[in-house]
């Protein structure tokens, strides 16, 4: 083992040897014997004698020495050998005797040498434990926690748009009477850092003087409508009470910031909303949930589908002929270049992986074509495209659409488990890590 072999190693192992620390410029294959560098430093030279000792340890555990029972010096005799060493290739030979736990180089002898095993330290990292639940898309009669519904919506929209560099835009009015305490700017920043593959910005676009100097975390900016360009491309916009302002320029304003297939949130006071203008501005209706006294709505621009833009396949999971199928489908669709949406249906099977393989399938060239649609109601009729009760979902155009009992169209969510009460207990294990 060279020079290089040997640092590799031991970094490997956990040590960070540099400089003249790197003293060891050969060792054999069984680690019994080598070469030093001499660098005029005789720490830096028995540091690399007990080196030797540690690569001559099978394990790649830390181990540090913490006691020598014998350490023999003769400094003469040592630059004796030194003297009689190339100048341009000053080096001594170390020997290690695993046996007699004795480690021998020049006018040096090291009896007796106790290693001490150290963990590495652990990267402390914020675990995230979740819980993979169903969740109704309307539903006014049960309520729903601001912190889960603003969840599923950011989770829903990243499913439909597929990235993994995303913005998200807070708007408050100037009519809105809001305090530092109800922004959800925050709370788009922490949903939005549980998702390690995504890079998100996050910005708040208000007019309020009270709020523009406000502590927030680092990525989050405040800014004003003016300021913004006119290509954001966000994936989102946050707003409040917009359905009760009857303000038509507000609404072209807001728009304006999303990308194509972008959405609008809403998060409204229950009464006097005018739907009226989600059909003039064309948007439909994505998520609807009750949160106390307020509802939260996911809007989304209508999207352009027909009955004759779709494939469908059925999904069974004990007859796998299906996969030939699709896999033909969408070689053909790449083939061709186009874009009818390939629609997976499972019915009749209350467990299946339908959604799993959606969601890998999503990510593949030209996976965005790709729907999903899970029958988990035994009453509901067969699927087809001439059903209203299944077309009318289809044309939100969601990759997946989940049916349970009594027509109710949702998805499933992670949401966050709820914190566990901490008792008090008679006894417990404590394990010592670092001695």
């Known amino acids: ?13 956990g040590y960070q040897y540099s400089g003249i620390f790197r003293g060891l410029n050969r060792v054999s294959v069984t680690k019994s014997n080598g070469s030093i560098a001499w660098a005029f430093n005789w720490i830096a030279f028995m540091d690399s004698m007990l080196q030797m000792m540690i690569l001559g340890q ?6 540090v020495p913490t006691r020598i029972c014998k350490l023999t010096i003769d400094p003469k005799y040592h630059l004796h050998l030194i003297q009689n060493t ?3 290739n000053r080096q001594l030979p170390v020997n290690y005797y695993k046996h007699l736990n004795a480690i021998t180089s020049g006018g040096i002898e090291i009896y007796g040498v106790v290693a001490t095993f150290i963990p590495n330290r652990l990267k402390t990292v914020n675990i995230v434990l979740e819980e993979h639940t169903f969740v109704a898309h309307r539903d006014l009669e049960s309520s729903i926690s601001l912190q889960n519904a603003i969840r599923m919506s950011i989770h829903l929209a990243l499913e439909c748009c ?12 100037t009519d809105d009477k809001l ?3 109800d922004l959800n700017s925050p709370l788009i920043n922490k949903i939005l850092s549980d998702l390690p593959q995504i890079r998100h910005e996050t910005k708040l676009v208000t007019n309020h003087k009270n ?16 300021k913004l360009s006119k290509n954001e491309n966000c994936l989102m916009v946050f707003c409040f009470n917009i359905l009760k302002k009857n303000k038509e320029e507000l609404y072209k304003q807001l728009l304006s910031l999303l990308m194509p297939q972008g959405f609008l949130l809403t998060l409204e006071e229950s009464t006097d909303c005018e739907y009226s203008y989600l059909k003039k501005n064309k948007l439909n209706i994505i998520i609807e949930r009750q949160i106390n006294n307020k509802k939260l709505l996911l809007l989304r621009k209508t999207q352009n589908v027909e009955k004759n833009q779709y494939h469908v396949v059925h999904v069974n999971n004990y007859d796998f002929t299906w996969v030939d199928t699709l896999k033909s489908i969408i070689n053909m669709q790449n083939k061709s270049d186009s874009d009818k949406n390939i629609i997976l249906v499972a019915e009749k099977n209350f467990e299946s992986g339908l959604l799993g393989l959606v969601n890998c399938l999503r990510k593949e060239p030209g996976g965005e074509t790709i729907r999903s649609v899970f029958i988990q109601d035994s009453k509901a009729p067969a699927f087809s495209l001439h059903e209203p009760l299944y077309m009318k979902q289809l044309l939100l155009n969601l990759p997946i659409n989940v049916i349970r009992s009594g027509n109710v169209w949702g998805s499933y969510r992670h949401f966050p488990l709820s914190a566990l009460e901490p008792k008090f207990v008679q006894n417990a294990y404590i394990k010592q890590k670092v001695q």
């Not at 099978?58 to 181990?63: F, K, Y």
């Not at 709020?211 to 003016?226: G, K």
Request: no cysteine.
């Open 1 to 13: 083992m060279n020079n290089k072999d040997i640092y590799k190693e031991l970094r490997l192992r």
């Open 58 to 63: 099978n394990t790649r555990d830390l181990l």
């Open 86 to 88: 190339s100048i341009n």
């Open 162 to 173: 597929n990235m993994l560099n995303v913005k998200i835009i807070e708007f408050l009015d």
């Open 179 to 181: 305090t530092s305490e």
């Open 211 to 226: 709020l523009q100097n406000i502590s927030l975390p680092d990525n989050i900016s405040v800014t004003e409508m003016t």
